[in-house]
C-alpha cells in the first residue's frame, strides 16, 4: 500500500512550458508539503498546506502554485519552467500538529524528477 | 531550529553496529531530536526522534546525552541495504498555524560495505 503517491516520477519538458506534479497521500493526514531537492543534494522546503490552506510559501517563485483541491492531494503547478527548475520534488504528509502533541512525523513520496531542457 | 553537526560521511562494515553522530549544542528544552534517512533515488525516510530519554524501536535507537548536547543514531547491525544519507534535525513542536516543515542540513552519507 502506497502511502504518498506522486505522479509522475520523470517529468522531462522544455523551457517555456507549463507542468503539474501530483501527489496524494492515504494516511488520513491533513497537513502536505512540497520540498525541492537541487543538484547539490539540498532539501528544501517550498509549501505548507494544513487542510487545504496554505500555511507555510518559503520564497517561492508565484511561478509555482500549488493547489489542494482536497485534503488527501497536493499537486504542484508550474508556469513558464526554466531551467533552474530541474530537481527533484518530494511530497511529504504528516498529522496536524498541535503544542500538546508531537506526532511531527513526515512520510515521503517516492518524488519526481523534472528536467527542464 | 537548533543547528546541528554531521561528519559529511562514513563507513561502516556489514553486520557491525553504525554509529552516526550529531551535534546540537543550542538546542533548546523543548527542542526534539529526529532522524530522517534518504536512500539513493528514494523521498526520506523517518527512522526515530526523542527528546531526553534515549529511544529505540524496530529500526535503530538513539542515545542523547544528558546535557542534550549531542545524539548518537545507532543501527546495530548495518546491512548494505542502510546505505544512506542520514539526517540529524532539531525541532520543536510547532502550532499547527506555524506550519510543520523540516529543515534538512547536509547529513552523513553512510556507506555501508560488505
Known amino acids: 500500500d502506497t502511502a504518498v503517491s506522486q505522479t509522475p516520477k520523470y517529468l522531462v519538458t522544455q523551457m517555456g512550458n507549463d507542468k503539474s506534479i501530483k501527489c496524494e497521500q492515504n494516511?488520513?493526514?491533513?497537513?502536505m508539503y512540497w520540498y525541492k531537492q537541487d543538484s547539490k543534494k539540498f532539501l528544501k522546503i517550498m509549501f505548507s498546506?494544513?487542510?487545504?490552506?496554505?500555511?507555510i510559501n518559503e520564497t517561492v517563485p508565484n511561478r509555482f502554485s500549488p493547489k489542494s483541491p482536497d485534503k488527501a492531494h497536493l499537486n504542484l503547478h508550474i508556469n513558464s519552467l526554466e531551467l533552474g527548475d530541474s530537481a527533484v520534488y518530494f511530497c511529504?504528509?504528516?498529522?496536524?500538529?498541535?503544542?500538546?502533541?508531537?506526532?511531527?512525523?513526515?512520510?515521503f513520496g517516492p518524488g519526481t524528477r523534472l528536467t527542464v531542457l | 531550529d537548533a543547528k546541528t553537526t554531521q561528519p559529511p560521511s562514513m563507513d561502516c562494515a556489514e553486520g557491525r553496529a553504525a554509529n552516526l553522530p550529531c551535534n546540537h549544542s543550542?538546542?533548546?528544552?523543548?527542542?526534539?531530536v529526529y532522524w530522517y534517512r534518504q536512500i539513493h533515488s528514494q523521498g526520506p525516510q523517518y527512522i526515530i526522534h526523542?527528546?531526553?530519554n534515549n529511544e529505540t524501536n524496530e529500526m535503530a535507537s538513539l542515545i542523547i546525552t544528558e546535557d542534550r548536547k549531542s545524539s548518537t543514531l545507532i543501527l546495530p547491525h548495518a546491512t548494505l541495504r542502510d546505505t544512506a544519507v542520514y539526517y540529524c534535525?532539531?525541532?520543536?513542536?510547532?502550532?499547527?498555524?506555524?506550519?510543520?516543515?523540516?529543515?534538512f542540513g547536509g547529513g552523513t552519507r553512510l556507506m555501508v560495505k560488505p
Open positions: 511529504a504528509s504528516s498529522l496536524r500538529m498541535g503544542l500538546a502533541k508531537n506526532t511531527d512525523t513526515q512520510y
Open positions: 494516511l488520513g493526514h491533513d497537513t
Open positions: 498546506y494544513n487542510n487545504k490552506e496554505l500555511i
Open positions: 543550542t538546542i533548546s528544552g523543548n527542542e526534539y
Open positions: 526523542g527528546l531526553k
Open positions: 534535525i532539531v525541532r520543536a513542536p510547532r502550532n499547527f498555524n506555524a506550519g510543520n516543515m523540516l529543515t
